[in-house]
C-alpha cells in the first residue's frame, strides 16, 4: 500500500503541474490575441503614414526642388525615398514630422513583431511542458491500475476501515461546525444588546463572522465523492478542483490549478489557519481546506475519494496557507 500512495502522491504532483502548465497556456493565448492586434494596427498605421510622405512626394517633385528630384530619381523604392529625404536638409518641417510618423510606426510594427515571435515561442514550449506531463501521468495512472490491481482484497478492506473512520470525523467536524455557528449567533445577539443598551435609537452593529468558512460545510457535503483527475464538480474531484469548486458555491472565482490557487489570498501561519483556508502541500502541488481542530477536507489522489485528514500527519511536505480574502 505504500507504494500506491507515493504513485498517487507523484501522480497529484504531475497533474498539477499540468494545470498550471494549462492556465499559465491560457493567459499566453490572451497575450497573443493582444500581440496580433497590436500588430494589425502599427501596420495600419505605417501604410497611413507612407500614403501621406508619397503624396508629398508628387508636391515636393513638382515643386521644381533640384535636390528633391535627385533624391527621388535616385531612390530604389518608396523605403529608400523615405530614407533620403529623412537626411535631405531641405526638407520642411511638415515632412519631417510626417517622417517621424513612419519612423514610429516602423519601430511599432518591429515591437510587436517581437513581442508576437516571444510569445508564440512561449506558447510552444509551453504546449510541450504540458504535453509531456500528460504522458508522464497516463503512465503513472497505467502503473497505479495495475499496482491496485495485484492487492485489491487489501484495499476492500482498507477502504471499508477508511469509510468508517471518515463518517466518524464527518459527524465530529459536523458537531463543531454548529457548535461555532451557535456561539457566533450568541455573539452577534450579545453585541445587538449590548449596543441598544448603551446607545437607545442608533443603528445596530453586529461583528461580521469569518468571511469564507462557509466553504467547509459546503466541501464536506462532498465527502466520500471519488478523485478524478480534472474533476470540479460534484461526481468528481481533484484537489484544486475541490477548492475551486467549494468557493464557487459563495461567490469566490478561482483557478483549477493548486499553483495559482497559491498565489490568491493573503498568506496565514500554522497557529493562527481558520476555517476556509487553504492549505498547501508537496511543492504546491496539492491543496486542501482548513476545517479547524487541526483537520483538513481534500482530494487526495487517484484511487481514494473526499475525505477529512490530520494537518499533522502532512506537516512533513506542508508548504503553507493562504486566507482567501
Not at 3 to 19: D, H, R, W
Request: glycine fraction near 8%.
Amino acid at each position: 500500500m505504500a507504494q500506491v500512495q507515493q504513485l498517487g502522491a507523484s501522480l497529484e504532483t504531475a497533474i498539477a503541474q499540468y494545470q498550471y502548465a494549462s492556465y499559465r497556456l491560457q493567459g499566453i493565448q490572451h497575450d497573443l490575441r493582444e500581440s496580433k492586434n497590436e500588430l494589425r494596427i502599427a501596420k495600419q498605421n505605417l501604410k497611413a503614414s507612407q500614403r501621406i510622405i508619397a503624396r508629398r512626394l508628387v508636391t515636393l517633385y513638382h515643386g521644381d526642388s533640384q535636390s528633391t528630384i535627385e533624391v527621388i530619381l535616385g531612390a530604389r523604392s518608396l523605403d529608400d525615398m523615405i530614407n533620403r529625404l529623412d537626411t535631405e536638409k531641405s526638407v520642411a518641417n511638415q515632412d519631417t514630422a510626417v517622417l517621424k510618423e513612419v519612423r514610429v510606426a516602423r519601430e511599432e510594427v518591429s515591437a510587436s513583431v517581437t513581442r508576437l515571435s516571444h510569445a508564440r515561442a512561449l506558447q510552444q514550449r509551453i504546449v510541450d511542458q504540458r504535453a509531456s506531463k500528460r504522458r508522464e501521468i497516463e503512465g503513472k495512472l497505467a502503473e497505479q491500475r495495475a499496482l491496485l490491481a495485484s492487492i485489491k482484497n487489501q484495499i476492500a478492506q482498507l477502504q471499508a476501515a477508511e469509510r468508517a473512520r471518515q463518517q466518524r470525523l464527518e459527524q465530529e467536524a459536523a458537531a463543531r461546525l454548529a457548535q461555532q455557528r451557535a456561539q457566533e449567533l450568541q455573539q452577534q445577539q450579545d453585541t445587538i444588546v449590548g449596543v441598544t443598551a448603551q446607545a437607545p435609537g442608533q443603528p445596530t452593529v453586529v461583528a461580521p463572522p469569518s468571511k469564507y468558512g462557509g466553504v467547509v460545510g459546503i466541501a464536506m457535503q462532498e465527502i466520500g465523492t471519488p478523485y478524478v483527475w480534472g474533476g470540479s464538480a460534484p461526481g468528481g474531484f481533484d484537489c484544486s478542483g475541490l477548492v475551486m469548486w467549494a468557493y464557487a458555491q459563495v461567490g469566490v472565482s478561482l483557478p483549477h490549478s493548486s499553483y495559482a490557487q497559491w498565489s490568491y489570498g493573503v498568506p496565514v501561519s500554522v497557529d493562527e489557519l481558520q476555517p476556509g483556508d487553504l492549505v498547501f502541500f508537496d511543492g504546491l502541488g496539492h491543496v486542501g481546506i482548513y476545517i479547524g481542530n487541526g483537520e483538513f477536507i481534500e482530494a487526495p489522489h487517484t484511487g481514494a475519494f473526499v475525505q477529512i485528514s490530520s494537518l499533522a500527519s502532512r506537516m512533513g511536505d506542508y508548504v503553507g496557507a493562504r486566507r482567501i480574502l
